[in-house]
Each structure stands twice: as C-alpha cells, then as structure tokens.
C-alpha cells in the first residue's frame, strides 16, 4: 500500500523556520520526483516545490523562492522541506505528492503567527 | 487570482450530468498535460484524472477528462451524493517553470 506521512508542521513566529519531512513507503520512491502543495484554511491549492527523483532539478513557486529549498534522502524514502523566514501567509496544510500526484500524504498544518 | 480558470460552484441533480470546465493558456494546458484533483472536506486531494484523460485505478468510470486547445474539461456522469466536493484543474505552466492550479470549484449535489 502506497504510503506518504508528513511531520514537522507547528507553529512558529514570523522570521523563523521550520523543517517539514514526508516519509514514503510502499512504492519505489527514487523512481518519481515529488511535489510539495499547500493549501491555507478555507482556501485552494497552492503548488510549492518539485523535485526530479535524482535530485538533478528543483521548482520553486514565486512565493516561496529563496526561502523554501526542497531536498530528499532516497536511501532513506524521505522527501523535506526547509522552510526559513516564514510569513503569516505561508500559514497552511502542507501536502507531499507523488509526481503524478496518483499519492498523497494527510497533510501538516503549519501556522506562521 | 489563479492562473487557471475554474468557475467558483456547479451543480446538479442525483443521476445528471455535470461539467465542470478550466480554462488556460499556450504556456500551460496549450502545451502540457491535464490533471483533475477531488477533495472532500476534510481530506487530501484525490487525482481523478490524469494525463488529460486517464482514470487511476479505482475510481469510477463515470468521471472522464478531456482537453481542447487551451482548456479542459471533467464530466461526471450518473451524479451521486458522494460526488460533492471540490475539484481541481492543474497543469504545469512552462513559463513559470512550475506548477499551477485552477482556483477550485464546488460541486453540490442537490
């Protein structure tokens, strides 16, 4: 059973950081790159990051460029995220995603205040 | 605003039709594949199309996808109570180098 689970969601005060995780099981994970989407309460999707599943190239959307870095550990099935200089609008639920997005993670809140 | 374009609510009866459309441009759905996303309240998103028209396993063959130069489309048939939910267009855009979402429509099944 294909398997995504985030962790590393809290809260924190503007300026600060934080490190979120997405942990794989189930399916050949250093077979597909993965995205990071978030989505602000009561709100639509937003895409994050992408990054290819050797590493090679990494996508960042405007908002987040130069403060997000997206990176993976494929010996240990493990997708992150480095956020820093966190603003009250990145408050969200933040998801990993396969890059057909055929799986999904439940979700980390993460609440910049 | 979104780059794609989704009409904010549709719906319908138990048993019709319903379309649910989003519209782009040559950067995006023009040049790229098409994915349509459920959620439920509550829940992660849920891929009920890709690749513009393809169904993952398990879900009913009552949803279809289709794509016409800058826009796209999902139908579902047979409407069902379980049917209501948000759903999401999404396409990557090659000139922002990243991937973009529609704003969501809400579909109420009435």
């Known amino acids: 059973q294909e398997q995504l689970v985030e962790s590393g969601g809290g809260v924190v005060q503007p300026g600060g950081s934080l490190k979120l995780s997405c942990a794989a099981s189930g399916f050949f994970f250093r077979g597909y790159g993965m995205h990071w989407v978030r989505q602000p309460p009561g709100k639509g999707l937003e895409w994050v990051a992408f990054l290819r599943f050797d590493g090679s190239n990494r996508n960042y959307a405007d908002s987040v460029k130069g403060r997000f870095t997206i990176s993976r550990d494929n010996s240990k099935n493990t997708l992150s995220l480095q956020m820093n200089s966190l603003k009250t609008e990145d408050t969200a639920i933040y998801y990993c995603a396969n890059d057909e997005f055929l799986y999904w993670g439940h979700g980390t809140l993460v609440a910049v205040s | 605003h979104s780059v794609l374009t989704q009409s904010p609510s549709a719906s319908g009866t138990p048993g019709q039709r319903v379309t649910i459309s989003c519209s782009g441009s040559s950067s995006n759905i023009g040049s790229n594949i098409v994915y349509w996303y459920q959620q439920l309240p509550g829940t992660a998103p849920k891929v009920v199309i890709y690749r513009n028209n393809q169904r993952p396993s398990g879900v009913p063959d009552r949803f279809s996808g289709s794509k016409s130069d800058t826009s796209a489309s999902l139908a579902i048939s047979g409407l069902r109570p379980e049917d209501e939910a948000d759903y999401y267009c999404?396409?990557?855009?090659?000139?922002?180098?990243?991937?973009?979402f529609g704003g969501g429509t809400k579909l109420t099944v009435l």
């Open positions: 999404g396409s990557w855009d090659d000139s922002l180098s990243g991937w973009v």
